[in-house]
């Protein structure tokens, strides 16, 4: 990892931390709080326990940090109350809050990205078609997993989970949802050369023999 990257890491991970501690302030519901910035609790600490042996590309540090900043204002007034929300609800004229379908976007396109870097750099998958095709079957397996934890959670809360699923009386919430993740996953692909770029330069730099902080 450059030099360089690692004080705008510790920089990124604090703003996080100051971020998340005020959306943990007065959340509207503190349950569906916690369920929404645990993937940010469990990614921060990997993120840093991986940064010396697999360190990411900039580019999907940078899109991590983007979609924890989405799942902590989710969690601070729930999907279904989020202002910038309302703001596109009367800016597109839609009859809810779309909010939860950024969320879902985001869901389908940060992981495509981490899937397809792994994949890439491990010499996983052969082939640029091959390659796309399991990056999006692996998102959109990450957003049907979470849309089975959104199923369990309503059977385990009942009503109290209304908050945290955000379906707004929409019938066929789930299935948008997994739509939104893979246009999402479909969207992270057309950012494929920059994507590869990046890691080539990260490539090239370990078979250099580079030490991450070198």
Known sequence: MPATRT??????????????????????????????????????PLLWATRGRFPLT???????????????LGGAYSYARVPLGFWLQDLMQLGRNPYDKI??????????????????????????RMLAFVVVCIAMAISAAYELIEWAAALAMGQGADEFLGTQGDPWDTQSDMFMALVGALA???????????????????????????
């Not at 396109?109 to 010499?123: M, N, Q, S």
């Open 58 to 72: 900039p580019l999907v540090y940078a899109l991590i940090f983007v979609h924890c900043c989405v799942l902590m």
């Open 188 to 214: 992270a692909l057309l950012l494929t050369g920059l994507h590869d770029r990046q890691i080539a330069a990260l490539t090239a730099r370990a078979s250099r023999g580079l030490s991450p902080s070198s």
């Open 7 to 44: 004080p705008t890491l510790l920089i990124a991970t604090l703003a996080l931390i100051a971020l998340l501690v005020l959306s943990g302030l007065h959340p509207h519901d503190r349950a569906t709080w916690w369920m929404e910035v645990a993937p940010v609790l469990i990614a921060l």
């Open 103 to 128: 969320g879902h976007f985001m869901q389908g396109f940060v992981p495509a990205l981490i899937a397809r870097e792994i994949l890439i750099r491990g010499r996983h998958v052969q082939g640029r």
